[in-house]
């Protein structure tokens, strides 16, 4: 058996442990290749990598491709991405990986204004100035809020802010006053930015703020973003998470020759298509971005919509109490055009879609993403939520089988001495956080 074969068969192994629940077929075949390449032989969790590359690919998408969803709706490629994990689970790393092409991109960018940068001022002292060049920096770390709309301004697709513990970054918005969060929620939304200051030089006016941001937290840190009110102002319904279910550590291999070759080509068919992505950029003789717009298909609308109304509103009117709806729910239509507009590119950029419309392949495969992910903030919001239960709390969880009603809780929480009132508000918040889910009428399954 050569190399080859070998890695073959090993692949269909890897994937069956590894991609587990996480949709990976919702990205083309080539860039599926990539990922698996990288989760076999880097070590790295499949939920991280994949979502690191679906956040580059969508930085350097940025504003320059746009999905006109209706009307005067129109989203560009701008996601917010957290991963989630425990000390010692690699979550950095992927994100490096993931970027490694679009560092080269900013140093390459660097390189050419510096060269800009000496001739201008030759220019100055001739008295014929030429015009100030401007880095166009596309990957920021730990920027101000004032630094990010100046960049906003000079890059034409948009920036990524990357905190790799980005509590940082929140900490840094709680420190400010709340016009800093009113600012990432209007970028958030495409926005105009209007800065006008007596002591800048210039205004500075983006009409099409893209911002893509990314970073890590640990699960145990994610309480304190909901004590600072990040989740009560929906900063944070507009994140979306990835948690993977092994929280255990990687042990480390050694790899073949063999091995390592596969991984040099796995980042440079990554690097090949991040530039191919770059190179779909199009910009008119002052500099200023010239946005590609793209449709849904019919049969894409049809799909969204179907999916949209049945498993978003329909779910949504069916709630009696309006504090068991989370506020994120009705959110989760921005992020999905937003997903498959990128995956709709980057498919294209696979020779496997036009670049015309946003077809029902993107879509479907946007939901099943956007689906993936708010099932890990949920069980985030479980493992927060358990820790929040006190021992004889606990204690009923355990005591319950995995489908119970009403009668069998009840008859539980009376050798606690819990009154049948109490019963009802401990089932509600149960279901508040996730870790019971109601079948029908007087019966719950744990989650």
């Keep these: 058996m050569n190399n080859e074969q070998l890695l073959l068969g090993l692949r269909s192994e890897v994937e069956r442990d590894a991609v587990g629940k996480f949709p ?7 860039v599926q290749g990539i990922i698996m390449d990288l989760v076999q032989y880097q070590g790295f ?14 930085t350097i998408v940025g504003g320059g491709c746009r999905l006109e969803v209706e009307g005067s709706w129109v989203v560009s490629a701008s996601l917010y991405f957290i991963l989630v994990g425990r000390p010692g689970t690699g979550k950095t790393p992927p994100i490096e990986e993931a970027y490694a092409p679009i560092y080269s991109i900013d140093a390459d960018s660097l390189d050419k204004y510096k060269v800009e940068r000496v001739a201008y001022l030759r220019s100055k002292d001739s008295g014929n100035p030429l015009s100030e060049p401007q880095w166009q920096q596309i990957l920021l770390s730990d920027a101000t809020i004032e630094a990010l709309k100046q960049k906003l301004e000079i890059s034409p697709i948009g920036v990524c802010d990357f905190y790799d513990e980005i509590i940082a970054w929140f900490n840094s918005a709680a420190r400010n006053n709340s016009s800093l969060i009113e600012d990432l929620l209007s970028i958030y939304s495409g926005t ?6 007596a002591t800048a030089p210039a205004p500075i006016y983006v009409k099409h703020p893209c911002l893509n941001v990314i970073g890590t937290i640990q699960p145990t840190r994610f309480r304190e973003l909901i004590a600072k009110g990040f989740l009560d102002n929906g900063l944070l319904d ?7 279910e092994n929280q255990k550590a990687n042990h480390v291999k050694d790899l ?10 796995a980042s440079a068919k990554w690097h090949d298509l991040i530039m191919r992505l770059h190179a779909l950029i199009i910009t008119d003789g002052e500099g200023k971005l010239v946005p590609n717009y793209l449709k849904l298909t019919d049969e894409a609308r049809s799909h969204f919509i179907n999916w949209w109304n049945h498993d978003i509103v329909d779910v949504i009117n069916a709630i009696e109490d309006e504090r068991d709806i989370k506020s994120r729910t009705m959110k989760r239509n921005n992020n999905t055009y937003r997903m498959a507009l990128v995956l709709q590119i980057l498919r294209h950029v696979c020779g496997e879609a036009d670049m015309q419309q ?4 993107s879509i479907k495969g946007a939901i099943a993403l ?3 992910y708010e099932d890990c903030y949920d069980k985030i919001m479980a493992i927060i939520t358990v820790g929040q239960l006190n021992v004889n709390e606990l204690k009923i969880i355990d005591q319950l089988p995995d489908e119970f009603t009403t009668t069998q809780i009840q008859g539980i929480c009376s050798k606690q001495g819990m009154s049948d009132r109490s019963v009802y508000d401990y089932l509600k918040r149960l279901q508040q956080w996730k870790l019971i889910r109601k079948v029908r009428h007087g019966v719950y399954q744990k989650v």
């Design 256 to 265: 073949e020759n063999w091995q390592r070759k596969v991984l040099t080509d």
């Design 24 to 30: 990976l077929w919702a990205f083309p075949t080539k």
């Design 238 to 244: 507009r994140f979306q998470f990835a948690y993977p």
């Design 192 to 197: 105009p930015i209007v800065v006008s200051r």
């Design 45 to 58: 969790r499949i939920e991280y990598i994949a979502t690191a590359m679906l956040s580059a690919a969508a």
């Design 370 to 372: 956007n689906e993936f």
């Design 358 to 361: 946003v077809d029902i392949n």
